[in-house]
Structure formats: C-alpha cells, structure tokens
C-alpha cells in the first residue's frame, strides 16, 4: 500500500509552513520566547513518553537528566570549548548510558515504586551538583556571552533559536511516532500493559525497559543542550522535581501514550503557563503552576486518557475525518 | 511416539507449603493431553512452571529432549512453547490486531517488519474467528472473545507447543463446543496442546491422554474415558463436577 | 566521641518527625494501597493551619495541635471522599491516583504561595529558645517536647486501631476490602476516615514541627520525599516499620553529616535508599 498525499498532508505541510513563518512577521522577543519554550516543553515531554507512556514507567526525574544533559554541555563548552552541536551526540549517549545503568537495578520496581526512585536520584543528583564546586555548585553557571555563531549555538536574536527548537520538535515527535509503529514500540507497549504477558510472548521487559529509559533519557538531555544554549545560566534548580512535572504534564492532559498526546498539551499547557506567568508573577506567584495543577486534576478525574483520549472517541473526529475523506474526493474529479 | 514435553519428579514448596510435589508425566507431539483435577490441586502452579514463570524447587522439565528448567519465560517462545493465562491478561490499550501482531512480531516468525507482522496477525484473526473485531479494544468485547485473544495471541508466536490455562471457563455450551472445534482445528495443523481444563466435556472430546492432580499429585494417567471411570477420581469429584 | 552522641539526638528528633510523616502516608497506603504524594503538602498545610493559628489568636503550636488534627481530618477526609475515590475506580491502574495527588501537591503548594507568598513563617513556642542539657549532649525542648508527642500519638493510633469500632473496620478493609464490604462495612467512609486520619496525622506533625522550624510553601517537598524513604525502608503498610526507618532516617542524616560533611548528606540519602529499595524488592521477588 503506497502512501497517498491527501488533504491531510498538505494541510500539515501547510500548517507547518506558516509556523515557521512566524518569526517573519513577529518580531516581538516575548511572543517568539513563549514559542520556544513551547517547542522545548513539548521535545522534552515527547522524550519523556517514551519511557513514561509507551513504556509505562512513570519518571519523576526526567528533569535531572535534562539538566545533565545542560550541565555536561555547559562544562565541554566552557573548558574545551566544545561544541553544543557535538555536545548534543555525546550527551545523548551519556546520559542515556548512565540513566540506563543507574536506573537498571529498579526496572522490577512496579508502578509508583519506580516513581519513587526516579524523585530519589533525581534529588540525588540535584545534591550532588548544588554542592560540587567544579560545576558552580548552588548559584550555577553563565554561559559565555559573545557575538552571534551558529557553531557555538549562540544568537542574540530569538528568531534562531525558534527554528532551532522548531526542528527539534519535528525531529523528537517523528522519532516518537517511528518508535511508535515500530517493532520496538510494540515491545514497550506490551510490557506497558502487561508484563507477564510480555515474557509469554518472548519479550524480556528488563531489556526493553533498559532501552526506553536509554532513549528517553538521552533525548530529555540532548533537549538540555538546547535549554542552556537558549536560556544561558543553568543552575540545579532546573533539576527540581516540579521541573519533571513539567514534562510529564503535556503527556498526561495531551494523552499518555500517543505521540501527538505531549505535542497538543504542550501547545495548549506552555503558552497559558508563560502568559500567567509573566503577567501574574509580580502580583500573584505559582498562578501559573495552580492552573496547571487544576487543569491536570480535571483532567485525571474526567479525561484520563487526555485529550487525545476523547479525540480517539469523539463525534469530533468522525466528522474531521469526514470532511478531510470530502476534500480528498473533490480533488480526484 | 515420540514425546514433545517431560516432566519428571517436578516440585514446588512456597515457604514451606507443597503445592506441587513429584509431579512426573509427559506430553506426545502432536497430541492435546488435558491436565485436570480440582481447585487448589496445583494444576496452574505447574504449569507456570512448564512456562518458566515459577522455578521449581526440584525436578526436571525437558522439551524436545533438552533440559529447559528454570529458564526465563521469554526465551520460551523463540523455542516454540506458548501459553494462556487463566486469568485473562489481554494488552487493554491495544487493540485486537495490535495484541496479536505483538504476538507475531516477538514470535518465532521473527518478523522485522509490523506490516509483515500485521498481515500475519490478520490471518490468525481469521482462524480463530476475531477478524471483525480486530480494531477493536479488548475491554470492549466479551469473555468468550478475550479468551480467544488470548488464544490469538499464543498461536501468533507460531509454537511447536500450546499450553492453554482453562480457556474454556465461563463460556456457555455453544461457546465451549465453538471452542473445543478451534483448539481441534490447532491441534490438526499440528501443534501440540497440553491444556488444564474443568469443563469435562470438553476434555473427553479432546484428549487423547489425561492427567489427573490432586493435592498438589499426580494421581493417575490415561485415556480420558479411564480416568473418569477411576473410583478414586470420582470421590475426589463427587458433587464438584458431572462428568 | 561527644559530636557523635550530639549528632545522635539531634538524629533522634529529626527522625521523631520523619517517624510520624511516614507513619500517616504509610497508614494511608495500608488501607488504600495508593502512595500519596501530597502527603508533605498535608503536612505543610497543617504548618500554615498552626501558623494561622498563631498569627490570629497567639495560640501556642502545641497547644493548637488538637485544633489543626480536627481540621487537617476533616480536611483530608473530604478530599478522598470528593476526589481521590474517583480515581480509584480502576483497580489495576495505579497511574491515575498517582498523576491526581502530584496534581493536588501542587494545586496546595500555590495556593499556599499564592495567599502567604514565599516568605519564611515562624511560630514561637512557649518551649522555644529553651534548651534541656543531659550530660555533654543538649536539645532543644521543643524537639524534646515533639518526640515525645510522637510517641504519645503513635500509641494514641494503635489503641484506635486495636481497640475502637472505627479502628478494627479499618483494619479490616486493610486485609481485604471485598471481605469487609461482604461483611457490611462500608469501605468508602473508611477510605476517607483513613485518608483524613493520615491527613490529621501530617498536620500533627506539621504543628509539631512548626514550633521550631519554619513554614514556606515548598516546605512540603523536603518532609514529602524523606516520608517516601521512610516507608518503602520500613516496608509499605507496616507502621512499626515507619517508626523504626524514620529514626534511623534522622540519625542517618545528621551522623552522616558529621562523617560526609553536610553538604553530601542528602546524597548519600538518596542513594541508601535506593540501595535498599532495590535489594528489599530482590529478596521480595526471589522468595516467590
């Protein structure tokens, strides 16, 4: 069966192309900056359902891992002047090796067990860096300022950054989706279900609980490298564990375990939180982090397969699909 | 004739408690054997064993002639041994089609590919009468469908072996028979069965040899029409079950 | 050898807290079977209950303690029985329940943010300032007073257990809860009398340790996490075992800050606890 180009394809090319549009005619920093943080907060929340919804295991921690992910950079950069371009491949596979190795011994740690632990080393590690002089313990690291290089994934402008984090999120939901409707997706997805029924069918959930918690937590880093690019000061508050919420929030509101679930809550969670954010901070503070906790609420008690959970069940999507098969047809005459 | 499955002197104690003691029997290639005896005779027991969920305490389990005991469960489907489990265990959040080509894709087809998966999944949808429900959720459907899901989804790892744990319970008489035709119709295209069953019915019908627990024992062995007539299993059964 | 016995108490009254914090998240988890994880954001609104109450009517924390348990059960009790059962209906998923009280940890911890900002709160104690010296090793009395209400509320718990109507029902959903709806028990008032007794307990806890700390929104967090490490070391469910895991929790704590430097004490926390999770976990699925 050979793939058609439909409507559906070219409405999302469309779509896509007038997002990357964009910042040709927004010029306004805030705006673009709440873009990007869109993007990251989605990139991240794709990496983290590999692990937390194809898989089933419910991280906590993933915010650590990303800051290692920055924390490794930032310290390649500033003593080797490395790269963050090269930086993102090595990190990728760190962070993914280490996590994969620490977290290893729990995999037979059931449900909120597993959850546990990951809050465990993520406090750990956000320990050991508050205190670890080499890495500016508490106060954190600036990154070196200097004029605009692509090398050096440095731009004065948001504009770059914005496409920056545009393709990474392409890239993340692509990889999350190919995963997704591969042969290694229905082994995460088996063992997210059931694992007796895992090993009846010869599946070892152990080794393929190894390779998503690879994955997952090698891409939450290499999104690291991005947010100290981006941001430039990183510090270990960014490893706390309301950080991790955040990632793991678009998933659940979006729908844990589809890979447009995080992308549509991301887009619908980032933009409200950095708007309440930045008009109620001053007079209201942790405005933005009660909506996200009653929205989150909401949805678990009313939704709990997210957004995309309805989706999946609704008249809505009938009819969508209804007026997408309609303009495919009146094209073909 | 030559056997697929032995059995020997197999036992089992949880914290001191005998739930399977010197268990000894063997399965012919080719044929269904039926493993049957009451509640709590430790019939479930053994065959998590067979299946490599439980390690026993002592004894030996060979297949094909090699020594298979003790191993991880999931190295049995790569040697063609699959199963069912009594409690009914089906991928909620994946649909019918999805459930079994997992079953394909990890099998002993080895398929790299999910659309070759798919495919062959689809064709053992067809066989075991789930076709029309393929896209469907298993929580959607009723007990009769789930188990044969489960029956789907063990045939779709493509073994050599079948063991099936009670896939009849709760089914009503038209169901049972629909059932008793499909595991003949596996069993014809030449898979081994070894099935724990209470519906006696079904069991007559099917096996050409019977196992009888009791206690955690092995209490006798023979053609089913013996081991029914057997005074001691009757006692045993009295007012459980009609045979 | 003097810094050891110090850090020693001083590990014992830290611990005392840790002991009652995990005693209420691992009664809460015996009968319900769900992990709490706003069982710190409990404990820091029984703070702010004891703070208000002192801020507004200058009641001591330890005298408020009976006023803030009342409330934080009511408190609790109402937020099961509103909420939390809803997301119970599935039995095998425990990923809601987990997902809705991450949700109302921080729906608390903003709020509390939101009407008291980020500020540091403290309460002052009758007891405060006051120092008892035994020998070469000194406390602080509120922290001795503390303990000893530990201990007070511990034995208050088991002869509620042992003893009352109340208590034996809710032993009996513990063990098994079909069984004890069969035998006319309703389980659900259960649930929230439990949710709002572990709820009662963190306040108590709260209040107690209001009287020498101090209260801020992100409070919760600290005492949430060390809560979790105290129940899965002493076993979930098992309130002996939270007692004894909480002690050993404190006196971790500070000794190891006198052999590691404080600095890495709480690393080395972490990764103690995970040691023992994983090897409680092995020994627990070899034995099956």
């Known amino acids: 069966m050979k793939k058609r180009i439909g409507s559906r394809q070219i409405l999302l090319l469309i779509m896509l192309f007038l997002v990357a549009l964009i910042p040709m005619f927004i010029k306004t920093p805030y705006i673009l900056s709440i873009l990007v943080m869109t993007f990251y907060t989605a990139s991240a929340s794709l990496a983290w359902s590999i692990l937390g919804g194809m898989t089933g295991q419910i991280s906590l921690g993933h915010a650590a891992f990303m800051g290692l992910g920055a924390y490794i950079s930032t310290l390649l950069l500033m003593n080797a002047n490395f790269t963050p371009w090269v930086s993102i491949i090595v990190v990728f596979f760190v962070v993914g090796g280490i996590s994969a190795l620490l977290l290893s011994p729990c995999f037979h740690l059931r449900g909120p067990y597993f959850s546990l632990v990951t809050i465990a080393f993520g406090e750990a590690f956000r320990n050991l860096l508050t205190n670890w002089n080499y890495a500016g313990k508490g106060q954190g690291l600036l990154l070196p300022f200097g004029d605009n290089s692509l090398i050096l994934m440095r731009f004065k402008s948001k504009a770059p950054y914005f496409y920056l984090a545009l393709v990474m999120v392409i890239l993340m939901y692509l990889l999350v989706k190919y995963i997704d409707q591969s042969k290694l997706g229905y082994a995460l997805k088996t063992v997210r279900e059931d694992e007796d029924t895992a090993n009846a069918i010869g599946i070892n959930p152990w080794k393929y609980k190894v390779i998503a918690t690879f994955i997952s937590c090698g891409l939450v880093a290499v999104c690291g490298v991005f947010y100290a690019s981006y941001i430039r000061f990183i510090s270990p508050d960014i490893m706390m564990q309301d950080q991790s919420v955040k990632f793991v929030l678009p998933a659940v509101i979006g729908g844990i375990g589809s890979a447009i679930g995080p992308l549509i809550g991301a887009i619908i969670l980032t933009p409200l939180s950095e708007y309440l954010n930045a008009t109620l901070s001053s007079i209201a503070p942790g405005a933005n982090l009660l909506v996200y906790a009653v929205?989150?609420?909401?949805?678990?008690?009313?939704?709990?397969?997210?957004?995309?959970?309805?989706?999946?069940?609704?008249?809505?999507?009938?009819?969508l699909n209804n007026w997408l098969d309609k303009l495919d047809g009146r094209k073909k005459e | 004739m030559e056997n697929i499955l032995e059995i020997k002197e197999l036992s089992k104690n949880f914290k001191g408690l005998k739930a399977v003691s010197d268990?000894?029997?063997s399965v012919e290639k080719g044929a269904i054997t039926g493993l049957i005896g009451s509640n709590g005779a430790g019939k479930t027991t053994t065959f998590n064993m067979i299946s490599g969920v439980l390690v026993p305490s002592s004894g030996k389990i060979l297949y094909n002639g090699k020594d298979i005991t003790g191993l991880k469960p999931y190295h049995y489907t790569s040697m063609g041994i699959a199963r069912t489990f009594q409690i009914?265990?089906?991928?909620?959040?994946?649909?019918?089609?999805?459930?079994?080509?997992?079953?394909?894709?990890?099998?002993?087809?080895?398929?790299?590919?999910?659309k070759q998966a798919k495919e062959y999944a689809e064709e053992i949808l067809q066989n075991t009468g789930l076709y029309d429900k393929r896209y469907c959720l298993p929580g959607d459907m009723g007990t009769p469908f789930k188990k044969r899901l489960e029956l789907a989804r063990a045939l779709a790892t493509d073994p050599e072996l079948l063991l099936l744990d009670e896939v009849m319970a709760g089914l009503n008489p038209t169901e049972t028979d629909e059932a008793v035709e499909l595991i003949r119709k596996i069993n014809e295209d030449g898979t081994t069965i070894l099935l724990i069953e209470h519906v006696m019915r079904a069991v007559a019908?099917?096996?050409?040899?019977?196992?009888?627990?009791?206690?955690?024992?092995?209490?006798?062995?023979?053609?089913?029409?013996?081991?029914?007539?057997?005074?001691?299993?009757?006692e045993i059964y009295l007012g459980k079950e009609e045979s | 050898m003097s810094t050891f016995l110090q850090a020693g108490a001083n590990g014992l009254m830290v611990g005392g807290i840790y002991a009652l914090i995990g005693v209420s998240l691992t009664l809460i988890f015996g009968v319900m079977k769900i992990i709490n994880f706003c069982q710190g954001e409990l404990l820091?609104?029984?703070?702010?209950?004891?703070?208000?109450?002192?801020?507004?009517?200058?009641?001591?924390?330890?005298?408020?303690?009976?006023?803030?348990?009342?409330?934080?059960?009511?408190?609790?009790?109402?937020?099961?029985?509103?909420?939390?059962?809803?997301?119970?209906?599935?039995?095998?998923?425990?990923?809601?329940?987990?997902?809705?009280?991450?949700?109302?940890?921080?729906?608390?911890?903003?709020?509390?943010?939101?009407?008291?900002?980020?500020d540091y709160r403290t309460a002052s104690s009758i007891f405060s300032d006051k120092i008892v010296s035994l020998g070469v090793i000194t406390v602080s009395l509120p922290k001795l007073v503390s303990f000893i209400l530990l201990i007070i509320v511990t034995a208050l718990m088991f002869l509620l257990l042992k003893y009352t109507n109340i208590g034996k029902q809710i032993r009996a959903t513990s063990q098994n809860k079909i069984g004890a709806e069969v035998s006319g028990i309703k389980t659900k008032?259960?649930?929230?009398?439990?949710?709002?007794?572990?709820?009662?307990?963190?306040?108590?806890?709260?209040?107690?340790?209001?009287?020498?700390?101090?209260?801020?929104?992100?409070?919760?967090?600290?005492?949430?996490?060390?809560?979790?490490?105290?129940?899965?070391?002493?076993?979930?469910?098992?309130?002996v075992g939270a007692l004894v895991s909480g002690i050993v929790l404190g006196l971790m704590e500070t000794i190891g800050a006198v052999v590691v430097g404080s600095s890495f004490k709480d690393t080395i926390v972490f990764l103690t606890f995970i040691c023992i999770l994983v090897v409680k976990q092995r020994l627990k699925t070899k034995r099956g």
Request: aromatic share 14%; charged share 15%.
């Open chain 2, 88 to 114: 009914m265990k089906p991928l909620k959040h994946m649909t019918v089609l999805d459930n079994v080509a997992s079953g394909a894709l990890y099998g002993r087809k080895g398929y790299q590919s999910t």
């Open chain 1, 295 to 319: 929205i989150l609420i909401v949805v678990i008690l009313f939704q709990p397969r997210g957004i995309m959970g309805w989706y999946e069940n609704s008249k809505f999507k009938i009819k």
């Open chain 3, 189 to 239: 008032s259960i649930y929230a009398a439990t949710y709002g007794l572990g709820a009662a307990i963190a306040g108590i806890t709260g209040a107690c340790l209001m009287s020498f700390y101090y209260v801020f929104p992100s409070v919760g967090e600290i005492y949430g996490t060390r809560s979790f490490i105290v129940v899965t070391m002493g076993g979930l469910g098992s309130v």
């Open chain 2, 23 to 25: 268990v000894t029997f």
């Open chain 3, 44 to 118: 820091m609104l029984g703070m702010y209950t004891s703070f208000v109450l002192y801020d507004q009517f200058g009641l001591d924390p330890f005298l408020a303690i009976p006023i803030v348990a009342i409330f934080m059960f009511i408190f609790g009790a109402l937020l099961q029985f509103t909420l939390i059962t809803r997301s119970l209906k599935d039995e095998d998923d425990d990923t809601n329940v987990l997902f809705l009280t991450v949700g109302l940890g921080i729906l608390f911890q903003n709020l509390a943010l939101l009407y008291f900002k980020s």
């Open chain 2, 205 to 234: 019908s099917l096996c050409k040899k019977v196992v009888m627990m009791h206690h955690g024992e092995k209490i006798t062995e023979g053609m089913p029409q013996e081991v029914m007539n057997d005074p001691y299993v009757i």
